[in-house]
């Protein structure tokens, strides 16, 4: 079993910047950011994994940065340059072999 434990969410205006935190109870495999608009899907943020390999969706290329402190099993996500579209709960995701865990999510709201 994983546990996770999600902070930095918040109410910023566009074009400010969050970082959110994630810290697993162990060590992973690979963790991630998901997020989840109303009435919207859950999709991809931003994943990396123990070697370090991230990837990103298009729609937070060069605004979004994932990164990782293995020693503390913790990722972050630092985001810049916010748009109201950004709005959405965020969730961490860890992968564990074959099993995915997910944080109770965060809430993100950007102000235009």
């Known amino acids: 079993q994983v546990q996770l434990v999600e902070s930095g969410g918040g109410l910023v205006q566009a074009g400010g910047s969050l970082r959110l935190s994630c810290a697993a109870s162990r060590p992973v495999n690979a963790m991630g950011w998901y997020r989840q608009a109303p009435g919207q899907q859950r999709e991809l943020v931003a994943t990396?994994?123990?070697?370090?390999?991230?990837t990103y969706a298009d729609s937070v290329k060069g605004r979004f940065t994932i990164s990782g402190d293995k020693a503390k099993n913790t990722v972050y996500l630092q985001m810049n340059s916010l748009k109201p579209e950004d709005s959405a709960v965020y969730y961490c995701?860890?992968?564990?072999?074959?099993?995915?865990?997910w944080g109770q999510g965060t809430q993100v709201i950007v102000s235009s």
């Open positions: 990396i994994t123990r070697a370090g390999i991230t």
């Open positions: 995701n860890a992968d564990l072999w074959t099993t995915n865990y």
